[in-house]
């Protein structure tokens, strides 16, 4: 059943789908910390183990065309090397569009002292993009501008990115650039319905032990792209006897988000986050959700501290 949209949400989604030039923002997480390789190439195999981490995010429920993420990731480090690798998928949908991105991910790491490591990661990606207009809830079937629309069918981009990553068991910062390549996208009529821009990440993050029984986390996010307000996403998890870990976090002028997770067993991880929107866009939803689920695959040689947090 077509549900009706607010006025503003019609105007956004007609935006997105006309000549209008827009930058395509990169996938939303309130769970950044655990899902890191998204952002930066570099992180791959850092955690030392084999680590698959599934996502799923439903943002501003209630709201019809708002954003669902998917994401499936792997990476690991190569055995006696410096060396690490991933692969990664996620699917984007908002409104009449379905976003498919396919991600390779390579690392090198370099001890420094201290226990740190610098790591340097190249990022290669291939993206499909969707465009469907009969999803739209059309109300003047005479709107020129809808009517001159084509479809978009599984249209292809490459790209490529870069990061470096400082991390020890305790603490981590890192910046990068997941998509160098500004990739323009046209319909039939050669009128620009998105705009892929980069996106600058700055992350950071470190573990304080409390007590024997209390560990806290800080974190941080920066997201700065073209067209759109720079995004910054703090949050303070704390974590109680190596399972249960609850917390908070803020994005500036957007929402706060509830996080909590548990760790099942040493190999999974689960963990689940709810947004509640700060802006006036909370009188139209109930709020975004994002759940995750993470597998550590150790052989006898992996050696890792427990938890890692991140």
């Given at each position: ?124 990606s ?40 400082l ?45 024997s ?17 720079l ?18 976090g ?45 597998l ?15």
């Amino acid at each position: 059943m077509k549900l009706f949209l607010p006025r503003y949400f019609l105007l956004f989604i007609s935006f997105l789908t006309s000549t209008v030039v827009l930058s395509q923002q990169d996938s939303q997480y309130s769970q950044y910390m655990y899902n890191t390789v998204a952002v930066n190439p570099a992180y791959a195999g850092s955690r030392g183990v084999t680590s698959i981490f599934l996502m799923h995010r439903n943002q501003w429920v209630g709201l019809d065309g708002a954003p669902v993420t998917n994401v499936f990731s792997v990476n690991k480090s190569v055995a006696n090397s410096a060396l690490g690798y991933g692969i990664s998928v996620v699917n984007d949908r908002i409104g009449v569009s379905d976003d498919n991105t396919v991600s390779a991910d390579v690392s090198y790491s370099i001890p420094l002292a201290a226990s740190y490591k610098l790591s340097f990661g190249i990022k290669a990606s291939a993206n499909w993009l969707s465009v469907d207009y009969s999803r739209m809830t059309i109300r003047d079937p005479n709107d020129i501008i809808l009517s001159q629309q084509n479809e978009i069918d599984n249209q292809f981009s490459p790209n490529v990115g870069v990061g470096v990553y400082l991390h020890s068991n305790k603490n981590y910062v890192g910046v990068s650039i997941p998509h160098f390549l500004e990739t323009k996208r046209y319909d039939d009529n050669i009128s620009s319905t998105a705009n892929d821009k980069m996106h600058f990440y700055f992350i950071a993050g470190s573990v304080f032990d409390l007590n024997s029984d209390w560990k806290f986390k800080p974190a941080l996010l920066t997201k700065l792209v073209q067209g759109a307000p720079l995004q910054i996403d703090v949050s303070a998890n704390f974590l109680f006897n190596d399972k249960f870990t609850f917390g908070a976090g803020y994005r500036f002028n957007a929402a706060v988000t509830a996080l909590v997770g548990f760790q099942v067993t040493k190999a999974w991880q689960i963990g689940y986050a709810y947004d509640a929107e700060t802006t006036r866009l909370a009188n139209y939803n109930s709020g975004s959700h994002e759940i995750f689920l993470r597998l550590e695959l150790f052989s006898k040689y992996d050696k890792i501290v427990s938890p890692r947090f991140f």
